[in-house]
């Protein structure tokens, strides 16, 4: 993965080279804390991201690693620094479990994003009126909260287009079949599709009903996995 210029991939280069500072220097996550007087768990929380450090911890932790070339320490620090900067998604932590700021963040950072659908369009393909249909249809949220995740997904989609990333979303036949939103929404879909397929800026392909037992079908198999068939994001990568 190539350096990013995103908060959360600058907070994983910063968790990994930290992490391997340290078992470089021969010494725990608790030797850490011990010798710097931390809370016991704060090496681990900065290790797996979940607490971004302040650039001054850095420099405390690589002094006691022993890095003294000032270019890796200037460049650490930078990148403590950035990894602190709040990325364009925060504003709608009120809407979104903590677990997808971590995926926006990388997808707002990849070149390449890979998907595939069994039952619903994309999020980055939705029109507006398909995603204001299918999310205040689960009947859980109010008006004003339907429109901020409609938001989330339409700021996901700019961000792509304004990237330049490349996405490629492989859907089954029923994720264009099943009517969300009426047969008005739904044609409007799908003709948001076949314009954006048609102008390049996504590959999409569709597996038929016809293409028993194909390979993705197989490997989300529920009575394989023991798990319902949900196959959805594959990956995302720079």
């Known amino acids: 993965m190539a350096a990013g210029s995103g908060p959360t991939v600058r907070r994983r280069q910063l968790m990994a080279e930290l992490k391997r500072l340290r078992e470089a220097a021969g010494l725990t996550q608790e030797d850490v804390a011990g010798r710097l007087d931390w809370h016991p768990t704060k090496v681990m929380r900065i290790e797996t991201?979940?607490?971004p450090p302040h650039p001054n911890d850095v420099r405390v932790m690589l002094g006691l690693y022993g890095v003294t070339d000032e270019t890796a320490l200037a460049g650490l620090v930078s990148l403590a620094k950035d990894a602190r900067q709040r990325g364009w998604w925060y504003s709608y932590r009120d809407v979104m479990v903590s677990r997808l700021?971590?995926?926006?963040?990388l997808e707002s950072e990849a070149d390449t994003i890979r998907d595939f659908e069994l039952a619903m369009i994309p999020g980055l393909l939705q029109t507006t009126d398909y995603a204001r249909a299918l999310i205040g249809g689960l009947g859980s949220y109010d008006a004003a909260e339907v429109e901020r995740r409609v938001e989330v997904r339409t700021t996901r989609q700019q961000q792509l287009a304004a990237s330049g990333g490349k996405l490629w979303a492989i859907l089954?036949?029923?994720a264009i079949r099943r009517v969300v939103g009426g047969q008005k929404i739904m044609a409007a879909q799908l003709r948001h599709l076949a314009l954006?397929?048609?102008?390049?800026?996504a590959v999409i392909q569709v597996v038929p009903y016809g293409a028993v037992h194909h390979p993705r079908l197989r490997r989300h198999d529920p009575a394989r996995r023991g798990l319902p068939?949900?196959?959805r994001r594959e990956s995302i990568r720079r």
Do not use: C, N, P, Y
Not at 101 to 105: A, Q, Y
Not at 196 to 201: F, H, K, L, V
């Open 49 to 51: 991201g979940r607490t």
């Open 101 to 105: 700021e971590v995926f926006i963040g």
């Open 172 to 174: 089954d036949e029923a």
């Open 196 to 201: 954006t397929a048609e102008s390049g800026r």
């Open 229 to 231: 068939g949900d196959g």
